[in-house]
């Protein structure tokens, strides 16, 4: 399997405590102006387990690196 198919098959996986998961996920932003706060919930709708907010910058070009479009 290669890195992309990894990634977005990792998707899904529960992750035991203190363990990692790599993973990935592209959102389409309106503005950089205002900070982007990701929130990890256990499940779609489950209790939030954790948050971090991201101050933007400029937006820059980034090349697709995981070979997904």
């Given at each position: 399997m290669?890195?992309?198919?990894?990634?977005?098959?990792?998707?899904n996986?529960?992750?035991?405590?203190?363990?990692?998961l790599?993973?990935?996920i592209?959102?389409?932003?309106d503005?950089n102006?205002?900070?982007v706060?990701?929130?990890a919930?256990?499940?779609?709708?489950g209790?939030k387990?954790g948050?971090?907010?991201?101050?933007?910058?400029?937006?820059?070009?980034?090349?697709?690196?995981?070979g997904?479009?």
């Amino acid at each position: 399997m290669n890195y992309a198919g990894k990634i977005l098959n990792n998707q899904n996986k529960s992750i035991k405590k203190g363990g990692k998961l790599e993973g990935a996920i592209a959102y389409n932003l309106d503005s950089n102006k205002i900070p982007v706060t990701l929130k990890a919930t256990k499940g779609v709708d489950g209790p939030k387990i954790g948050q971090k907010t991201f101050k933007l910058g400029k937006f820059t070009a980034q090349s697709n690196k995981l070979g997904v479009n």
